[in-house]
């Protein structure tokens, strides 16, 4: 700022005026501030600006499991964009599953004097951000709540999503139905997986362990679609498969691309082209702008100094139907 002064001919305070839009200034030395600015290159500082105000850094961080799975991105879409209405931009990174990865990450963000953090947990521990809580730097959990802190939560009822696509397809006359599941560790997974569970039950449907599995971690390499192409294998007796995550989806569709006649399949989350495909896919889905909107409206909230108790939020999930109903001869008496 000295040497954009120096170069228009004007006081520090003067630029201080222009840059930070603090008082009138007569044009014609505006116009040499702006261009002394333009030759120089100079760029505002905004993070040093908010903390000799007081009024923080501008930014939060975001932690999801995966920036490049359109759940995710669509998520830190909504997020940034409620974000942008208090003022804040957003920093995202992926944990890539990996717990200490989270970790490292969280605490670079807090390094960094974020504002204020949003996570969707790959683990369960969350001890380590107990100091940060306590220092003033609210976390907000998404999706997947966190393990041993007392902090706010915004889930989507997995559980109950479950259900839902269970009874649909037994609506549709489906009485031997399977499930392809994530990791058991993780919540969402643990809770489609009950909800799967309460839905052959409401429809007075046997549960089968045999055509339940879990601890597929579909990313589209080989190695995980080879694990996607075994539980089908295993699950072949299902006429109709739960999906529990739009990975698990697509490795399954590559899968059966080459098969005869695909079972009925209901995957969780959307995914592009589902309703193009032949036949099309029904999801259960998150309403990803709702749940971005509210985590960001409760950390805007707790930045602005509000301190509620710790809140949970669930949100309804809604079922896409675009099912295919089964031939006569094959349906349930």
Known sequence: MT???RAAGVSIKTVSRVVNAEAPVHPGTAAKVHAAIERLGFRRNAGARNLRTGSGTGTLGLIVEDIGNPFYSELHRAIERAAATGGRHVLAASSEGDEERERDLALEFCARRVD????IACGERHDYLAAELKAGTPVVFVDRPCGELDAD????????????AVAHLARLGHREIGFLGDAPEIHTT?????GFRRGCEEAGIDYDERLVRLGL??????????????????????TAIVTGNNRITVAALRTLAAGGRRPELVGFDDFELADLLDPPVSV???DLTALGTTAAQLLLARTRGDRF????VVLPMRLIDRSH?????????
């Open 3 to 5: 040497d954009v002064a």
């Open 116 to 119: 204020g953090l949003v996570i």
């Open 153 to 164: 939560t915004v889930l989507a009822d997995d559980e109950g999503g479950a259900a839902m």
């Open 190 to 194: 643990r809770q489609r997986l009950l």
């Open 217 to 238: 971690r579909a990313r589209g390499t080989e190695t995980d679609l080879a694990d996607v192409s075994a539980a089908l294998r295993d699950t072949g007796a299902a």
């Open 284 to 286: 259960v889905a998150s």
């Open 309 to 312: 108790p710790p809140k949970k």
């Open 325 to 333: 109903p089964l031939p006569r001869e094959e349906s349930a008496p």
